[in-house]
């Protein structure tokens, strides 16, 4: 018998966040090089500029689902938006660049925005301290659900109304 060196598939913290900072960068690219994105008007253009958070607001209800702040009725919620960014049965689907991360982020940041609006001090202290993104998490999370509400008003108002009783609960 052989004793060959132990190998572990466990990754340090600095390649988590090495392998996290070039999927950003690699959306950021893709949307500055697609003729998709570059067609939108309207609230869908401005829509399309916030799927390049769509990896932060990922990264922070990961951080938030595993942080014993939550209260775990909260950690539901993140459970059920993170369960349809990683379905590949959505509304639009994710094979359509740029229009089809669309519904996983406002999905996750409805989410989000429910978790922070409802919280107690301690779960926004730590999303703050989660949020990899470039701007402030609160406002960043605001101006998306602004547009995305913007957006969605130009539906059905049917549609509207079972979307905010499914991200209610």
């Given at each position: 018998?052989?004793n060959l060196p132990e190998?572990?598939?466990?990754?340090?913290?600095?390649?988590?966040?090495?392998?996290?900072?070039?999927?950003?960068?690699?959306?950021?690219?893709?949307?500055?090089?697609?003729?998709?994105?570059?067609?939108?008007?309207?609230?869908?253009?401005?829509?399309?500029?916030?799927?390049?958070?769509?990896?932060?607001?990922?990264?922070?209800?990961?951080?938030?689902?595993?942080?014993?702040?939550?209260?775990?009725?909260?950690?539901?919620?993140?459970?059920?938006?993170?369960?349809?960014?990683?379905?590949?049965?959505?509304?639009?689907?994710?094979?359509?660049?740029?229009?089809?991360?669309?519904?996983?982020?406002?999905?996750?940041?409805?989410?989000?925005?429910?978790?922070?609006?409802?919280?107690?001090?301690?779960?926004?202290?730590?999303?703050?301290?989660?949020?990899?993104?470039?701007?402030?998490?609160?406002?960043?999370?605001?101006?998306?659900?602004?547009?995305?509400?913007?957006?969605?008003?130009?539906?059905?108002?049917?549609?509207?109304?079972?979307?905010?009783?499914?991200?209610?609960?």
């Open positions: 018998m052989t190998t572990t598939t466990q990754k340090s913290p600095q390649q988590w966040e090495d392998a996290y900072t070039r999927l950003r960068q690699r959306i950021r690219g893709q949307l500055r090089g697609n003729s998709v994105h570059e067609k939108l008007r309207g609230p869908l253009a401005a829509l399309g500029e916030y799927v390049a958070v769509l990896p932060d607001l990922f990264h922070l209800a990961i951080r938030m689902l595993f942080d014993p702040v939550m209260p775990v009725q909260r950690k539901a919620l993140i459970v059920a938006a993170l369960t349809y960014v990683v379905s590949p049965v959505d509304l639009i689907p994710d094979i359509i660049p740029v229009l089809g991360q669309m519904d996983d982020l406002v999905v996750l940041t409805k989410a989000l925005k429910l978790l922070l609006d409802d919280s107690d001090p301690e779960v926004r202290a730590a999303a703050e301290k989660y949020w990899a993104g470039d701007k402030d998490l609160l406002l960043t999370i605001t101006e998306i659900v602004e547009v995305a509400d913007q957006l969605i008003a130009d539906f059905p108002a049917g549609f509207k109304n079972v979307l905010d009783k499914v991200l209610a609960k």
